[in-house]
Structure formats: C-alpha cells, structure tokens
C-alpha cells in the first residue's frame, strides 16, 4: 500500500489513471465484502481542464474533496447517478480520476441484487453502475480509498495486455479538451462503457 500511496503522490493524473487499470477495488458493506478490477477510468487535470468541476480552481462546498489529499473520495451525483473519483495530487491540486468501469469479482450475486437484477456487462459497465453495484454511500465523500471501507488492494492488482487510450466520454463543446485522451481502458474487457463484441479479447484483456 505504501508504494501505491506514493504513486497517488508523485506520478501525474494521467499516469495514475493508467495504474488503476487492473487495481482491485473493494468495499465492505453490511451485505458482504463486494469487489472487482478496475477496467475503464478518466483523468480530469483541473483547473486548467474545462471538463473538470475545479476547472478555474472553482472551490465551491460540492468539490471540496478535490483539493484535499490525494486518495481522497470525491463523489457527485450526474443524472441521479453517484459517480466515483479518487484525488491524485497533492493537497491543494484539484485532480482527480473517475472510475467508469470494474469487472466484478468477489459478491456478484450482491451486486446483482444491489442493480435490481441487472447481470453480465450491464452490471457495472458504466461509473453510475459500479457505484450501484458496490454499494457506495455518500458517506464515503472525503474518506481514504487507502483506508476506508471502500479501498484498493494492490496486493490483487492485475495486468492488462494492452491499454487504449481514449477521448473522455460525455465531454463536448469543450475545445481541445473534447478530445483530449485522458480515458484509459482495458483493451478487449467486456465491462467497457460502450464495448462492442467485436472487440472483447480472450482473458478480458488480461496478461495474468
């Protein structure tokens, strides 16, 4: 944990981004210990990012979180979804990554229950989804992804074969940074936002 802390402290947004693709992501809630690999994440580089809520170092009470320590949970809520970052600078540099995609592991038949039956890709294949599925509060706002109840393991961590980066989804009318790529993904993984069959590689795109 130690050296991945020291990631989140020294490495650019961008090169976190890339780290997470395979880190296990886990909570433990009342229901169980519920958990998966991340697959499909985007840097935000606020404040000069047009795309990012601190962009113009914006600090309203919403975005708190974005200038504290890196490792931070910063959530909001887009179109009634809870949607999942983690900060990656340190305090003070509001940036951060969203988590839009997991491949999940441990307690599927929870998560299935937590989406209302929802299986397969559709499980948490999208950042309101996995948020959904894994059972994630508002009350996680501000915590640690190092030590709260919702944390990364990398003890757990996988490897992609390959990793696609991407212009950020949901993103227009913002300049150069529409299409900017700051969106990181596991090649040929099922629970990419919008994969098509075609692409899915055997393994889900893993080299372990």
């Known amino acids: 944990m130690e ?3 020291d990631y989140f402290n020294t490495e650019t947004t961008e090169n976190v981004a890339r780290y997470l693709l ?7 809630t ?3 210990t519920l958990g998966g690999y991340i697959v499909d994440c985007e840097a935000y580089l606020g404040p000069e990012d047009e795309a990012a809520h601190s962009y113009g170092m914006r600090a309203t009470p919403r975005v708190r979180a974005m200038y504290e320590k890196p490792g931070t949970i910063y959530l909001y809520t887009m179109h009634t979804h ?3 970052n983690m900060i990656t600078q340190p305090e003070g540099t509001p940036q ?3 988590i839009r995609g997991l491949e999940p592991v441990d307690g599927v038949a929870q998560m299935i229950r937590n989406r209302h039956g929802r299986a397969g890709a559709m499980l948490s294949d999208g950042p309101g989804k996995l948020v959904e599925a894994l059972g994630i509060t508002r009350e996680l706002y501000g915590d640690s992804i190092f030590t709260s109840s919702l944390h990364l393991v990398p003890e757990k961590r996988r490897i992609p074969k390959k990793i696609e980066v991407l212009p950020r989804i949901g993103i227009p009318n913002k300049g150069i940074w529409t299409e900017k790529p700051l969106r990181f993904v596991v090649s040929g993984n099922p629970y990419i936002t919008n994969q ?3 692409l899915l590689e055997e ?3 893993w080299r372990n």
């Open 82 to 84: 809870l949607i999942l």
């Open 3 to 5: 050296q991945l802390i």
């Open 22 to 28: 395979g880190m296990y992501l886990e909570h433990e």
């Open 196 to 198: 098509r069959k075609a």
């Open 203 to 205: 393994n889900n795109g």
């Open 30 to 32: 009342p229901s169980g």
């Open 96 to 98: 951060g990554v969203m």
